[in-house]
């Protein structure tokens, strides 16, 4: 699987970016799907996940009920939607997918970082 991930930029905090994770290669479908991020000087750390049918949800404390993801197997996609936007939230954001349930088996694969920057 290529994770291809894209939607990054630079916003004013309150705004709103959605980021895109496009994967190609194998059957996409049944590999739950996530996304990280690693805030400059520090470490990567888990933002939020979906089940391979988009069933299931999972958030960091610190993003819920701000971003919301979700999936279009159809398209081969996972999306974050990420809404009030604070400083904080500025990092590099990677996505990954996993068929294991371990974001770091073997078996999981991980796309290029895509920067978001959030202005006060």
């Known amino acids: 699987v290529q994770l291809q991930a894209s939607g990054g930029g630079l916003v004013q905090a309150g705004g709103s970016l959605r980021l895109s994770c496009a994967a190609s290669?194998?059957?996409?479908?049944?590999?739950?799907g996530g996304w990280f991020r690693q805030p400059p000087g520090k470490e990567r750390e888990f933002v939020s996940a979906i089940s391979w049918s988009g069933g299931s949800t999972y958030y960091a404390d610190s993003v819920k009920g701000r971003f919301t993801i979700s999936r279009d197997n159809a398209k081969n996609t996972v999306y974050l939607q990420m809404n009030s936007l604070k400083p904080e939230d500025t990092a590099v954001y990677y996505c990954a997918a996993t068929s294991s349930g371990s974001w770091y088996a073997s078996s999981a694969y991980w796309g290029q970082g895509t920067q978001v920057t959030v202005s006060s």
């Open positions: 290669g194998r059957t996409f479908s049944s590999y739950a």
